[in-house]
């Protein structure tokens, strides 16, 4: 028999029923894929990272499977931050569980833009971290003052604000910058820069050239990072993400330090990816004699 | 990782339509209804049904539409390379009785894997084919010929009865008993089939289209609103009951931004 565990979390503010969500991306900008998630156990919803403009997005091909990953060269296509502002509002309405909104900007002030058009959302993030698109996303990573600067900016909504890093570059600087700034916590990691050339076309396969690596291939990376930013900021909450597949590697990040785990990739197998995450951790957390997966976060520093 | 091919034949099959066979490097083992991403090097990649299957052989149906489509038509010729990824999506449910298919122009790709696939089962199938004119006489022929038994409407009537693949549905379903309807062709004409099943209390799936990016599930880009349906993944084939329900179906699309606009007629 399983013991009841509690799997309740907290992540800077944010009530979630489990560690579990959704990373930005998978769901798109839709209602219904987001309702699909949260019946199959999501804790909380990531938006598709929203630009003040709308943006088409790169050209076909924009994936490319991998025997240990997936690469993408989406482009951050989305309707802009208007038409996601609608999204926010028409799922606050239905929705119970929190609703995380993804900010792209290059200034402060184009922050400020976009994040006023989703302030209904439960929390902020900052995508400082998409690995291609020119001047939106990881381009941050090489700037930590800026990232401050937006920090500030989306404070002013009175949300909480994460800023989500990537494995490139100084993410423990760029952390310790946004965190100085008053962003509330991290989430780590994005995909990882990478492109692929076909080697009878020869030529690169992704309409965009460049894209992000992510799924089984980037999951130790990410634990690394994550473990490093709970040694450096040890009460920051934090949301790993990074080729969580099942609940193993859900458990691993929670040991490095994630007070929560975001999947993306892993949704490619169905929604019912994420309830199995969720019962794993369950059985994992009881097998192990707890009560709450609380004394599991960051305990492989202990 | 794709499958590269090389292109045995293109050949017209109406005029903005052409039928590419291919010769895969390995067998694709695809299901009828399922789909396949073609990458054109350099151009780009677009969703394709598999209109038949053999061996290492494929057939692919394509319209000219836009800009990859286009140069297909333009360039692509026997002796090209092209690469695919697939098989792709959840296809149609191959039911055992008697089955009518009804197909509008170049919606007959899928069924006629499907076609192939019923008389494998035992299945005794009807065809009902809606072309423009009878300049599309060869974009019917495969269906026809696979079929037991072929009724074809032409716009102009230049073929067949003057009318729709609609009117030859409705006669035929007033006619007799199926066991299954499947549908392929532009919505407004499959909604109007799958309420003439549905009434009749026929089973009944219809294949859609919507723009697909990555073709796996993973973007959002193919959904079909209030259910959160992913054309790529969750169909491209859909049963009525399923379809009534996705207020989409019919009326809107989603552009490459995401934004809902109307679904062209
Ligand atoms: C599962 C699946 C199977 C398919 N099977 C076939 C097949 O067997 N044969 C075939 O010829 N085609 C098929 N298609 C359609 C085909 O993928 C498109 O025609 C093709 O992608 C067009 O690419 P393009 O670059 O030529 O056009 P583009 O340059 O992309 O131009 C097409 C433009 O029209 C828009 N558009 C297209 N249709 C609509 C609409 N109904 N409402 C609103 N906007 C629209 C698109 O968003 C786009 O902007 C299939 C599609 C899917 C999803
Ligand atoms: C198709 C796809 C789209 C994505 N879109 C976004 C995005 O819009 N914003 C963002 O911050 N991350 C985006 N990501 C990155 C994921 O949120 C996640 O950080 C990364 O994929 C690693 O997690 P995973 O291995 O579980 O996929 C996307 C990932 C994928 C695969
Ligand atoms: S095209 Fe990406 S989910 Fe269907």
Redesign the interface.
């Known amino acids: 028999m399983v013991r009841l565990v509690d799997l309740r979390v907290e992540l800077a503010g944010l009530e979630l029923r489990n560690p579990v969500v959704v990373a930005s991306g998978p769901l798109g900008v839709s209602l219904g894929l987001m309702k699909r998630a949260e019946e199959a156990g999501a804790a909380a919803i990531t938006l598709k990272t929203a630009t003040l403009r709308p943006r088409e997005g790169h050209p076909n091909p924009v994936v490319y499977e991998l025997p240990y990953g997936l690469l993408n060269s989406m482009g951050l296509p989305n309707p802009g931050a208007e038409e996601m502002g609608r999204l926010i509002s028409e799922a606050k309405a239905v929705m119970r569980v929190p609703l995380i909104a993804s900010v792209a900007a290059q200034s402060p002030r184009e922050a400020e833009e976009v994040a006023e058009r989703l302030r209904g959302a439960d929390a902020l993030e900052l995508n400082a971290s998409c690995p291609h698109v020119r001047g939106l996303g990881a381009e941050l990573m090489d700037d930590p003052q800026l990232v401050a600067d937006i920090v500030s900016a989306l404070r002013s909504f009175g949300r909480p604000v994460f800023v989500k890093l990537s494995a490139h570059g100084d993410w423990i600087g760029v952390a310790s910058r946004a965190l100085g700034a008053g962003a509330s916590g991290l989430v780590a990691i994005n995909t990882l820069k990478a492109m692929a050339i076909d080697v009878r076309a020869k030529c690169p396969v992704l309409g965009g050239v460049y894209g992000g690596l992510s799924g089984p291939a980037i999951h130790p990376v990410a634990v690394r990072v994550v473990y490093e930013l709970h040694r450096e900021f040890p009460d920051v909450p934090i949301i790993g993400v990074g080729g969580v597949e099942t609940w193993v590697e859900a458990a691993e990040l929670i040991l490095a330090g994630a007070t929560a785990v975001g999947v993306a990739t892993a949704l490619r197998r169905g929604f019912h990816v994420i309830g199995e995450i969720v019962e794993g951790l369950r059985a994992y957390v009881a097998g192990e004699g707890l009560a709450s997966i609380r004394e599991l976060v960051g305990a492989a520093h202990r | 990782?794709?499958v590269?091919s090389e292109v045995l034949r293109a050949e017209p099959v109406g005029p903005d339509v052409v039928r590419y066979v291919l010769k895969l490097e390995r067998r694709l083992g695809s299901s009828p209804g399922q789909f396949v991403?073609v990458?054109v090097?350099?151009v780009?990649?677009?969703a394709l049904s598999v209109a038949r299957e053999e061996g290492r052989e494929i057939h692919l149906l394509v319209a000219r539409k836009g800009r990859?489509t286009g140069f297909m038509h333009d360039n692509v010729r026997e002796g090209w390379?092209l690469?695919v990824?697939g098989p792709l999506g959840r296809g149609f449910a191959v039911a055992k009785g008697t089955a009518l298919l009804v197909g509008g122009g170049v919606g007959v790709a899928p069924l006629i894997h499907l076609c192939a696939a019923l008389k494998g089962a035992g299945a005794r199938v009807v065809a009902a084919i809606g072309l423009r004119s009878a300049d599309y006489r060869a974009l019917a022929e495969d269906l026809a010929s696979c079929a037991d038994e072929a009724h074809v409407a032409t716009e102009d009537g230049s073929l067949g009865i003057r009318g729709t693949a609609v009117d030859v549905a409705e006669a035929l379903l007033s006619e007799r008993h199926f066991d299954f309807v499947y549908v392929c062709g532009k919505e407004a004409m499959m909604r109007q089939v799958i309420e003439l099943a549905m009434a009749r209390g026929v089973r009944v799936e219809a294949s859609l289209e919507r723009l697909v990016?990555?073709?796996?599930?993973?973007?959002?880009?193919c959904?079909?609103?209030?259910?959160?349906?992913?054309v790529c993944?969750d169909g491209p084939a859909f049963d009525g009951d399923t379809l009534t329900r996705a207020g989409d179906f019919g009326r809107w699309w989603?552009?490459?931004?995401?934004?809902r606009v109307p679904l062209q007629p």
């Open positions: 990782m794709y590269g991403m990458w090097p350099r780009g990649e677009v990859v390379r690469y990824r990016k990555c073709g796996i599930g993973v973007c959002g880009a959904v079909l609103e209030p259910l959160g349906l992913r993944a989603h552009d490459a931004a995401g934004r």
